[in-house]
């Protein structure tokens, strides 16, 4: 079986550092999940305006308004099937800033476009951001979010560029460190950088029931 990953990627998705190639092809039945743990070496971005919205986030997991540096970071991937036979997949982040403990929780499901991955940034589902994949001439991962959607009633809106937000995710390999090398930015048309977070982590793949 393959995962929505490998399928959206394509023959390409063989020339990815192996640990990667193990993480992407985690499905619902692949009997493992994904651990990564490591450290934000740099957590920037956002006006005074945005992280004090962003507290409102710290509620539902999805935002939170401290920056820092050398922040211990810690994730999981879990693989599953949703209520309609979806193949999906939990991303749940911790940051460990000092004084307070911040969490960072989206999914991934199978696009509703060919050769993508819908990231659903909100614990409903309604806003949504398709994923495009690459692999990088390193063997590395890159995704890159097109338009914003918002999902009602069976309904698909898109959500004008400038209202909605832009993701970049890279990870690569380090030869040097032994360890992966992370980049996630999340920028806005109107305010810029949302969020931005770079940092060295390494993976562990232990089983699951």
């Not at 399928?7 to 190639?21: D, I, T, W, Y």
């Not at 920056?67 to 991937?77: A, Q, S, T, V």
């Not at 929780?105 to 819908?118: A, I, L, Q, R, S």
Request: proline share 4%; net charge positive; no cysteine.
């Amino acid at each position: 079986m393959k995962s929505m990953f490998e399928k959206a990627v394509g023959n390409s998705f063989n020339r990815m550092h192996p640990e990667l190639q193990k993480k992407y092809a985690l499905h619902s039945e692949s009997g493992y999940m994904v651990i990564t743990e490591g450290t934000m070496h740099e957590i920037k971005g956002g006006s005074l305006l945005v992280r004090k919205v962003s507290i409102l986030g710290t509620k539902l997991n999805f935002a939170f308004p401290e920056r820092g540096d050398e922040i211990p970071f810690y994730m999981e991937n879990k693989a599953y099937k949703d209520k309609h036979g979806k193949e999906s997949m939990t991303w749940k982040r911790t940051f460990r800033f000092p004084g307070t403990v911040r969490y960072f929780h989206d999914e991934m499901k199978e696009g509703e476009h060919p050769d993508t991955v819908d990231n659903l940034t909100d614990q409903w589902g309604i806003v949504r951001l398709p994923l495009d994949l690459k692999v990088t001439k390193t063997g590395g991962m890159l995704l890159t979010s097109r338009t914003m959607t918002v999902h009602l009633f069976n309904t698909i809106i898109q959500i004008p560029s400038f209202l909605g937000v832009k993701a970049t995710v890279i990870e690569e390999f380090n030869k040097e460190k032994d360890l992966f090398d992370v980049h996630i930015h999340i920028y806005q048309p109107l305010f810029g950088t949302i969020l931005s977070y770079k940092g060295t982590v390494k993976m562990r793949f232990p089983e699951v029931d």
